[in-house]
């Protein structure tokens, strides 16, 4: 799985961005409140809406993206790459702890204190949050810098969900860790793909 950097934190991607009139892999549809984001796979499909005006592709072949000055970036892993029967922590705790494992190794870091936190929405769908200080001297006053790193994640069947954003000085905390934690919560899935132009015209509609 190829992995990049955002800052000095990882995430992972095994996705191929689509163009708005291809039917498989993600794509963005623009919404009254925000844009859609569809992943269509023969086998089983998602979308997501994230609240915000201004869009922008950062590096769309790599799942990039900025919401109002909030850069995003997805992350689908097949549950299958880390999943073990023979634990007792479900999916989204196993791969909280696949990724913190990761990070720790290649940062030699110590996160043995690093926790998620749990959320549910009234429908039972749970969302996986945790967060990353990036460690930076008082004397590096650029609201360019990173200086927080923020996950969230859900899954389904066959995949968890994450989408990472890195934080500047820019960007307001709550208001970035909402607009993850709110969209995933919202998460609508389905066997099979999601078809492009009924949902379009759907949100015409709206």
């Given at each position: 799985m190829k992995r990049i950097f955002i800052g000095v934190f990882f995430v992972s991607i095994a996705l191929l961005f689509a163009e708005n009139n291809s039917n498989e892999g993600l794509n963005v549809i623009k919404s009254k409140n925000g844009f859609v984001f569809v992943f269509n796979d023969s086998s089983e499909s998602f979308k997501i809406e994230i609240k915000g005006k201004k869009f922008v592709d950062v590096e769309p072949e790599e799942l990039i993206f900025s919401i109002d000055g909030q850069i995003v970036q997805f992350t689908i892993v097949p549950v299958k790459e880390f999943f073990k029967n023979d634990l007792t922590l479900d999916t989204l705790l196993q791969h909280f702890e696949f990724e913190k494992k990761y990070i720790s190794n290649i940062t030699n870091s110590d996160l043995q204190n690093l926790k998620p936190k749990l959320l549910k929405s009234k429908t039972g769908r749970k969302v996986c949050f945790w967060e990353l200080n990036r460690n930076t001297s008082y004397l590096d006053t650029s609201s360019e810098n990173v200086t927080k790193q923020i996950f969230a994640s859900t899954n389904t069947y066959k995949y968890v969900i994450l989408i990472s954003s890195p934080l500047t000085k820019r960007n307001d905390f709550k208001k970035s860790k909402n607009r993850l934690i709110n969209s995933l919560l919202d998460?609508?899935?389905?066997?099979?793909?999601?078809?492009?132009?009924?949902i379009r015209e759907s949100l015409k509609r709206d």
């Open positions: 998460l609508q899935r389905t066997q099979g793909m999601f078809n492009l132009d009924l």
